[in-house]
């Protein structure tokens, strides 16, 4: 089975829940300590063997491609002001993989915004990853769905088992028989009500998938609004047999949600090793105020 080495991150979504700084910055650039959550994702795909990554623009993301793109006067700048080092982190921030772009003109969902990448990773499997899901993990998620995929030859759903009220929130997966950590996927419930649960497994923004997804995608209705999406391409695989869940190890955080966000600045500040110590001490001290 050949190796995979593409990557796309569809970047949708207006930021609603991050309002007034999203009307003039992305969600996925928003930082956390000092690096978008869109690197620490274009990074884990990097980690995990991808050299070519695609990321698809909505309307009002052009700060995105800023981002990713080569800035020669801010690198002169700093190598004549002595400050190499600095001049080699922004130099990192676009070299360390092919980043190129693709762009989604109307908001027609999560399904057309994946078929915007057909052309790029043709025949060929690939990783997908949503652009506002962080995971923080010893080995890079992907890396672990792309292993998962070499051993079924199936498309890979990346879950979490999640025992708390919250998976109300998420796509559940229903699986079938298990071996380890991976499991047939019969089908995907987007947010069903406790009630009604077919697993407890929940769908958190990591895929690997095989070029069938985009026959699927072709055959699809736009719902209501005229969109199309994506997950009512991977329930007619999971129909077919195509489809299975893997449960991945690692820590998530929903950076489309305040709350997730402010989690993962205190947790990735903890795990630093030039803040960590002074960020754990500061917050004893704030608990015992």
């Known amino acids: 089975m050949?190796?995979?080495?593409?990557?796309?991150?569809?970047?949708?979504?207006?930021?609603?829940?991050?309002?007034?700084?999203?009307k003039a910055v992305p969600k996925e650039i928003l930082p956390v300590i000092d690096t978008p959550v869109l690197a620490y994702i274009v990074n884990e795909?990097?980690?995990?063997?991808?050299?070519?990554?695609m990321i698809?623009?909505?309307?009002?993301?052009?700060?995105?491609?800023?981002?990713?793109?080569?800035?020669?006067?801010?690198?002169?700048?700093?190598?004549?002001a002595g400050k190499l080092e600095f001049a080699e982190i922004v130099r990192k921030t676009y070299s360390r993989a092919n980043i190129v772009f693709a762009y989604q003109e109307k908001p027609l969902g999560s399904g057309d915004a994946v078929m915007k990448a057909k052309e790029f990773t043709g025949n060929e499997s690939f990783a997908l990853a949503w652009g506002d899901d962080l995971i923080y993990s010893e080995k890079p998620v992907m890396s672990q769905l792309i292993a998962a995929h070499a051993q079924t030859g199936k498309?890979?759903?990346?879950?979490?088992?999640?025992?708390?009220?919250?998976?109300?929130?998420?796509?559940?997966?229903?699986?079938?028989n298990g071996n380890g950590r991976t499991y047939e996927c019969t089908a995907i419930v987007e947010k069903p009500p406790l009630d009604k649960l077919p697993s407890r497994l929940a769908a958190l923004g990591r895929y690997v998938l095989n070029p069938d997804v985009y026959d699927e995608i072709a055959c699809l209705k736009p719902v209501k609004g005229g969109e199309i999406q994506f997950t009512d391409a991977l329930n007619a695989l999971c129909g077919k047999g195509e489809v299975c869940a893997y449960d991945f190890e690692g820590r998530r955080y929903d950076m489309g949600d305040k709350f997730g966000a402010i989690q993962a600045t205190l947790e990735y500040g903890l795990r630093s090793k030039e803040y960590g110590g002074k960020l754990a001490a500061y917050l004893k001290k704030l608990a015992k105020a």
């Open 2 to 22: 050949k190796n995979i080495t593409k990557a796309v991150i569809p970047c949708g979504g207006m930021g609603t829940r991050f309002l007034p700084i999203t």
């Open 155 to 176: 498309s890979i759903l990346g879950v979490q088992t999640v025992n708390t009220d919250d998976i109300v929130k998420y796509g559940v997966a229903a699986v079938g």
């Open 56 to 80: 698809v623009l909505g309307r009002g993301k052009e700060a995105i491609k800023q981002y990713f793109s080569p800035s020669p006067e801010l690198e002169k700048t700093l190598e004549q």
């Open 45 to 53: 795909a990097i980690d995990s063997g991808i050299t070519d990554i």
